[in-house]
């Protein structure tokens, strides 16, 4: 790190130190030793500013850091610990996801609580969804970008099941740098993304229950489908939405 003059610690001595300096010069009757007087680096460096205090995280402006980028290889060593740390106090693979889901459900409510304040704070008319599907095109689109950088690469609706509703990822960052252990098949770390999801639908307010599902295909063997299942109230809202 580069200073406008030196560091503190580096300094042999300073003005604050001067005194004790006085301590052991000759003329004191208890001072067996003197030290040579060196002159102060103050007053050596002239008109040179000290540094000032470092800055701040929090008093950072947000929207300047919108775009800002977090190195892919930190935040892959970051989570592959958060896996390791929290695999050696799990009895299992269902409880293994459903931790993974809490810490990433902690995630989501500051992603949205950040997205809204930002919105509210760039327009003049924020807007505010409340709808189902445009409110998961945002989840789609909005919350991918801010988490991973992009957006997801497909969302699609249960032929079969009316309040199922599924986000595709060819591709999950999250995924890219873990291997799954043959003995633990059936683990999907991006149930970190699932809970990030469940918390943006809940603080939207389209409460719902989130899963994530590895569904690997030849050409994209990390692909992972992220399944929402709806509560009933928010399918009897939306009928009510259409009349």
């Given amino acids: ?15 604050s130190s001067q005194s004790s300096v006085d301590q052991f010069s000759p003329t004191s009757s208890s001072a067996r030793y003197s030290l040579p007087s060196a002159p102060s680096i103050h007053t050596t460096l002239g008109s040179t500013k000290a ?12 929207n300047k850091t919108r775009i800002a980028e977090v190195s892919a290889s930190a935040f892959a060593f970051l989570f592959s610990e958060i896996v390791q740390y929290t695999q050696k106090r799990v009895s299992g693979i ?9 810490l990433g459900y902690r995630i989501g409510t500051r992603v949205l ?30 919350v991918w970008k ?3 950088g992009k ?15 599924m986000i595709i990822d060819n591709d999950p960052p999250i995924e890219r740098n873990i291997s799954v252990p043959r003995d633990m098949g059936g683990l999907s770390c991006s149930s970190f ?3 990030i999801v469940e918390a943006v639908l809940d603080g939207l307010g389209f409460p719902a229950r989130v899963t994530a599902h590895s569904t690997p ?12 299942k709806l509560e009933k109230s928010v399918l009897e809202r939306e009928e009510l939405l259409k009349q």
């Avoid at 200073?3 to 003005?15: A, C, E, G, K, M």
């Avoid at 470092?54 to 008093?59: A, L, M, Q, S, V």
């Avoid at 957006?151 to 509703?165: H, P, T």
Wanted: proline fraction near 8%.
């Fill in 1 to 15: 790190m580069a200073y406008s003059q030196p560091h503190p610690r580096l300094s042999v001595l300073s003005n």
């Fill in 51 to 62: 540094p000032g205090p470092r800055p701040n995280i929090y008093d950072r402006n947000l």
């Fill in 94 to 102: 269902n409880d293994l996801e459903r931790r993974l889901n809490t």
């Fill in 113 to 142: 609580e950040l997205m809204v304040w930002r919105a509210e704070s760039s327009s003049k008319a924020p807007k505010r969804e409340t709808r189902l599907v445009p409110a998961l095109m945002v989840i789609h689109t909005q």
């Fill in 146 to 148: 801010a988490v991973y």
């Fill in 151 to 165: 957006a997801a690469d497909a969302i699609e609706k249960s032929v079969e099941n009316a309040d199922e509703y």
């Fill in 193 to 195: 993304t699932a809970g």
């Fill in 217 to 228: 295909t030849s050409q994209f063997p990390s692909r992972t489908t992220i399944l929402i």
